[in-house]
Structure formats: structure tokens, C-alpha cells
């Protein structure tokens, strides 16, 4: 049995818009789903548009959002490591892996919605029939994939991610360069999502999104299906 093999994506993008507040990836949403597909026996690498450390939302390492998966993280100085030296973007081959998952935080609205890599890496995964896994913020790097037909990706497909009310909960409204929950729909995304706060993910196809924090477990337990099946 060959070992299957996961690209995650984390943001580089540290700053929270003008406030002088720093953003980045949210922790619990890397180390819950990099532990699950571990566990599972998968490979992992790690990616980033600028390489190196991605910045990690500090907001995302306060006492209440932590759970079993971070606090392994945090004593586990080798993928401590492995988190301080991902790859560029430009350096992935897709040919190498079995299918891509996209961390949240509120990072990935600034950088990898709009990041020419990570949109061409999408869309050849998609058309090598790999499946894309993202939570939370990180669909927002679906916005701008399109199939080989021109048509968004997400177009008439079941998808989610945070909600306007999630982000109204969490004060950034006014400060997110966008509102996913109103992107994915204006794109033709057949959005779904469930109360705020509670786990939910969809999958359409070999498209997977998770709504929130919550639901980064499920999302990777789809993908682990997906790679199984």
C-alpha cells in the first residue's frame, strides 16, 4: 500500500488590515487535521506563498481556543520545526501529492484569495481529480479557481466557511477585506452552514469546506475518507 500524501497551505499574511494588529493561521485549525492525517499514517507537507514561518494568529494561541490538538503542537518541537520551514508555493509539484488542505484564520482572505500559485495549484488538483480541503477562512482560496471551462469552481456547488455572523461575533466586519459568506454566494456557491460556532462541513465532489474553528476535525476526516475510498 502506498502512503497517501497531504499538502497543507498555510497563509504568510500577518497583518489584521490597518488596525496594527497581527493575523496569521489559527493554530487549532493547522494542528487538529495535521495530527488526524499523521495518526492516519499520512504524509505531510507544508507550504506556504512566502516559505519559511507563517505567522500564526496570536489571538489563536489565548488559553479558550485551545484543545488537545495544540497543546500536542506546542510540545512537539519536531513539527514545531517543519511548521518554521514550509516550502514556497512555486516549489510544489501537484504531481507529488494526493490532495491539498487549506488552514483557516483570517490570513488566507488577504493573500491566498487573490495568490496566482495557489489558484493554478488548486485548479490542478482539481483537474487531476485530487481533492481540496479548506476550513473555516481558508475557502476563500476557492474564490478565484476556475475550471477548465472558465466557470468558478464553486459554482453550483455545496460549499461553506465562516459566516457573516461569525465574523459580526468576532468584531472584523468593518476590517476583513471581504465577507466570505457573501463571496462564495456572489460566485454561485450553493453556501450552506449550520448555528454559529458549531461544527459542520460539506462536501460537494472533491470539494470539501468546513464552516468554522469547529469544523476543522470534520473537513479532515472527510478528506481522509476521500483519500480512502
Given at each position: ?11 504568510s499574511?500577518?497583518?489584521?488590515g ?53 497543546a ?77 471551462a ?22 472584523l466586519?468593518?476590517i ?44 479532515a ?9
Amino acid at each position: 500500500m502506498n502512503t497517501k500524501k497531504i499538502l497543507m497551505v498555510l497563509t504568510s499574511h500577518a497583518d489584521l488590515g490597518n488596525t496594527g494588529e497581527k493575523t496569521g493561521f489559527w493554530i487549532e485549525e493547522f494542528a487538529t487535521p495535521y495530527y488526524a492525517f499523521k495518526d492516519a499514517g499520512v504524509d505531510v507537507v507544508l507550504a506556504s506563498p512566502a516559505g519559511g514561518q507563517p505567522p500564526i494568529d496570536p489571538k489563536s494561541e489565548l488559553e479558550g481556543f485551545q484543545t488537545t490538538a495544540t497543546a500536542r503542537y506546542y510540545a512537539d518541537s519536531e513539527t514545531q520545526k517543519v511548521v518554521a520551514n514550509t516550502i514556497e508555493l512555486t516549489q510544489v509539484n501537484v504531481d507529488e501529492f494526493d490532495a491539498v488542505f487549506y488552514p483557516g484564520g483570517h490570513g488566507p482572505l488577504w493573500d491566498l484569495t487573490e495568490n496566482n500559485d495557489s489558484i493554478q495549484l488548486i485548479e490542478q488538483f482539481l483537474a487531476a481529480n485530487k481533492p481540496v480541503a479548506a476550513v473555516c477562512h481558508a475557502p476563500a482560496a476557492l474564490l478565484n479557481v476556475k475550471d477548465s471551462a472558465g466557470e468558478y469552481v464553486v459554482k453550483g456547488k455545496a460549499v461553506s466557511g465562516f459566516t457573516n455572523g461569525e465574523e459580526a461575533a468576532v468584531e472584523l466586519t468593518d476590517i476583513v477585506p471581504f465577507l466570505l459568506e457573501d463571496e462564495l454566494i456572489k460566485r454561485g456557491g450553493d453556501y450552506q452552514k449550520v448555528d454559529d460556532w458549531h461544527a459542520f462541513a460539506v462536501q460537494d465532489g472533491l470539494i470539501i469546506t468546513g464552516q468554522n474553528p469547529q469544523s476543522s476535525e470534520l473537513v479532515a476526516q472527510k478528506l481522509l475518507s476521500q483519500l480512502n475510498a
